[in-house]
């Protein structure tokens, strides 16, 4: 699915500007990964089937539902991909899922993240933004049951019934396991997400 985030970006560079003129939040820098995750965290909420794991024991596999929302974000360091965690990102400010992911980040590019940051995801973001790319099939971070591949944003025209004007597109990839979730489902979770992303005043409703 592609999720025009012209709108978003804009706010989130103004954001920024604002940042940079208060004492309190002038290291804050908005970034479009924490807009991600809040928006994940709403499609988790209306999509449930997507918050679960397959869960093995004595050979018996069950699925279990989950009532929180840890999101994972995939992050390239010197020493590979590792996978930190936000914990409970429905209770958390855009600003504060910055600063956390932030803290997250610079602690995998030192290697200093701990199995505790690493642990009791529900749902993953991968993000070869900073590569670029088009589109990409992510591998699902079992036992989640779907992960979601963001690639760079580009500005493309879009028709909007008069004329075609440049919007910035996002790419996104939403991989599922079948075992869970169909086709279907897969396709209506990331057309919410990007609806989402096109109106962050989605996420207030």
């Known amino acids: 699915e592609d999720a025009d985030i012209t709108d978003l970006e804009a706010f989130r560079v103004a954001m920024n500007k604002e940042n940079e003129k208060s004492a309190q939040f002038a290291n804050v820098k908005i970034t479009m990964l924490a807009f991600l995750i809040k928006a994940s965290v709403m499609a988790l909420k209306k999509f449930p089937e997507f918050n679960s794991s397959l869960d093995v024991q004595n050979g018996e596999m069950s ?16 020493n590979g991909l590792v996978v930190p965690v936000v914990k409970n990102a429905d209770q958390k400010s855009v600003t504060q899922i910055v600063v956390e992911s932030g803290e997250l980040a610079r602690k995998a590019r030192d290697g200093k993240l701990g199995p505790a940051d ?15 790319g088009t589109y990409f099939s992510p591998i699902v971070n079992a036992p989640e049951v779907a992960i979601l591949g963001v690639n760079k944003s580009v500005m493309k025209p879009v028709w909007n019934g008069r004329e075609f004007a ?23 979770f990331n057309v919410y997400l990007a609806q989402l992303l096109a109106d962050m005043r989605r996420v207030l409703l």
Request: glycine fraction near 10%.
């Open 63 to 78: 699925l279990v539902m989950k009532q929180y929302f840890n999101i994972a974000f995939a992050a390239d360091t010197p």
């Open 166 to 188: 440049p919007r910035l597109i996002l790419p996104m990839s939403l991989t599922a396991d079948h075992r869970v979730i169909d086709g279907a489902l897969a396709t209506r």
């Open 118 to 132: 690493m642990s009791g995801a529900c749902f993953t973001i991968s993000s070869l933004g900073g590569i670029g």
